[in-house]
């Protein structure tokens, strides 16, 4: 049963010696807009930490600042903001990032300590560790539920916990000290996590001092900061820089030079930031610190370390001062034999800083920056409404006719990805179980099962396709399991279209290529790479039962020498795949086994819908 002011309310904040909730919200009442200083500990580096929270209007502005690595988080009158650190800002502006704002901002007001119209449920009495604690449900008015702990002696709150699209945050308080005749807590240590359990991030912040603000410091203080900082630059008069750029085995490659370096294939991807793979930073000199972790696709992640690059070249733009993550992705993600491996990713540092053309035709990226001369010029086409939840965009779409929010995540290499819960609440998860499972896939977060079949349509905005192929994620598949999506939309379904993305204007741009390219999936039902010890050869590790490569009496643990006479040194990982993406249904591949055997595998669409 749900109650606006509920007994625990009463007797929680009354007893002898303690402080009343009608006190409190007296002794809160001298801080209607304050100011807390202190350190944030986070990932091995302790920033300088600042926040400003006007408690009548709910806004709030939140600065990290160190050397390496500064962000910033705010709420104003229009809206959820979030400076990352490439220093660029974009709004958290889906209906997700609305409902979540709500709550965090009441939670950094210390609305508990109010009658203010929150709904608050299942009060119930729990131990822990000896202590005796009360926990209840509260509903913030427009805001994300959040499970609240109170300390039944000192009457503190304790612990907040709440859910952000597929992450769950946990924030203790402690460290309570009187503070202008109020209890305030001077330590927070906020942890978030994956439903697989698996940690994505966590700090501790330690105040040193609070103070109220006037109206005039209250003012700049909860500025936000500019859209972009003004580090892009371009060559002579060049109004769009042009970038070399290739779509191999799925990855979107670009050639990118960091410090004024050769160029190294890079992948660009919309959900990502700027990341360079340890073998690239040691290639080119660049040191991390801090030590980090990085969730994405799959269950798993990533430790990671942060490095400063003094410039960032792209064809003729130049972005200065860029902090970059060091991470420590393995052989298979940089792999392309012969050629020169993958060095890392791209991502906000780019869209945020031009409006980017996808020209698959022409095999190029066209890069218009937003701060210099006049605005870009849109592009014709379909035009489909760019928010975000995170630092990802998202669309309005379908799926099957059932409307859901989808990622646009150019970063996605593989198939159209859709997520079970999403399925679950709309009464098509039993069609897409029926689908051939296949381990593969995953990102930072490892591999992955999943279940491929046909879908019957895919929306984005007012365009539909038909004839793609999805892949079912598993529920604990991290950011590729997001209870708050439909799914995610990648290189399968976007590279069959020139694609512009303006997060100026807020919008993608879907136009027809020059000659149309049909969605197929000639799969031919295995999984294989390259070990670093063994490069002259595939390993198969996987086999799908009554696929093209089962059939032919391929097993896992076969080693494959050679794809139709190319040597598996000189093809590499994402070369093998690149061969099956650009197959067309009925092709014949030939296999040169280890044994000296050939195999010919006959490519076939087997996928199911």
């Known amino acids: 049963m749900t109650s606006r002011i509920l007994p625990f309310l009463l007797t929680l904040f009354c007893g002898v010696g303690v402080v009343t909730r009608a006190e409190a919200s007296s002794g809160l009442a001298a801080f209607p807009a304050f100011e807390a200083t202190g350190t944030q500990s986070s990932e091995g580096l302790d920033a300088r930490w600042r926040e400003i929270v006007d408690r009548r209007s709910g806004a709030y502005a939140t600065r990290a600042t160190h050397p390496v690595r500064s962000t910033a988080d705010g709420l104003d009158a229009d809206g959820r903001w979030h400076q990352d650190i490439s220093g660029a800002v974009h709004p958290f502006d889906s209906d997700e990032a609305k409902i979540v704002a709500v709550t965090e901002a009441w939670l950094l007001r210390y609305g508990w300590l109010e009658n203010d119209g929150t709904a608050y449920r299942d009060d119930v009495q729990v131990g822990e560790n000896g202590t005796s604690l009360r926990r209840v449900v509260a509903t913030p008015r427009d805001g994300r539920d959040v499970t609240l702990w109170f300390d039944q002696a000192t009457k503190h709150l304790r612990r907040a916990q709440w859910r952000s699209s597929f992450l769950t945050f946990t924030r203790d308080f402690s460290d309570y000290r009187d503070t202008a005749g109020i209890s305030l807590p001077y330590r927070f240590m906020t942890v978030a996590k994956t439903d697989s359990g698996t940690e994505d991030g966590s700090e501790t912040v330690q105040v040193d001092r609070y103070r109220r603000l006037d109206e005039a410091a209250l003012a700049t203080a909860l500025a936000r900061p500019p859209r972009l900082p003004g580090d892009v630059t371009m060559r002579g008069d060049t109004r769009v820089a042009s970038v070399p750029m290739t779509l191999e085995g799925g990855a979107l490659l670009v050639d990118v030079s960091i410090n004024g370096a050769a160029p190294l294939p890079f992948i660009l991807d919309t ?247 049909k969605p197929g999936n000639a799969d031919p039902g295995l999984r294989a790479g390259r070990k670093p010890d063994q490069p002259d050869r595939f390993i198969v590790s996987a086999v799908v039962a009554g696929g093209p490569a089962a059939k032919a009496g391929i097993r896992v643990g076969d080693a494959i020498l050679t794809v139709n006479g190319v040597s598996a040194a000189r093809l590499g990982g994402w070369g093998l795949r690149d061969v099956f993406d650009r197959a067309s249904d009925g092709q014949a591949v030939v296999l040169g086994m280890v044994n000296g055997r050939k195999v010919t595998l006959h490519l076939v669409d087997f996928a199911p819908g």
């Open 271 to 517: 959900g990502g930031h700027a990341i360079l793979t340890e073998a690239a930073a040691k290639k080119l000199g660049v040191r991390g610190q801090g030590k980090g972790v990085s969730t994405g696709s799959g269950p798993g992640s990533m430790p990671t370390s942060y490095a400063h690059v003094d410039n960032l070249g792209l064809g003729e733009a130049n972005v200065r001062d860029q902090t970059f993550l060091v991470m420590p992705f393995g052989f298979g993600f940089s792999d392309r034999g012969e050629r020169e491996p993958i060095a890392g990713i791209l991502g906000l540092e780019v869209f945020e800083r031009f409006a980017v053309t996808f020209d698959y035709d022409h095999r190029r990226l066209l890069l218009s920056p937003f701060d210099i001369g006049a605005a870009p010029t849109a592009m014709t086409g379909t035009s489909v409404p760019l928010r975000f939840t995170f630092d990802m965009p998202v669309i309005d779409g379908t799926l099957d006719g059932k409307p859901g929010v989808f990622g646009i995540d150019t970063g996605n290499s593989g198939r159209l990805l859709i997520f079970p819960q999403w399925l679950q609440r709309n009464g098509l998860i039993d069609r897409y179980r029926k689908g051939y499972a296949l381990v593969g896939g995953g990102g930072v977060g490892g591999p992955f099962v999943s279940r491929l079949s046909h879908v019957e349509s895919l929306g984005m905005g007012s365009l539909i396709v038909h004839g793609h192929i999805a892949q079912l994620t598993p529920p604990d598949a991290g950011a590729t399991a997001n209870v708050s999506e439909a799914g995610n939309i990648g290189q399968d379904v976007l590279s069959r279209f020139t694609v512009y993305v303006d997060y100026r204007r807020a919008a993608m741009t879907l136009a027809p290529r020059a000659v149309a390219a």
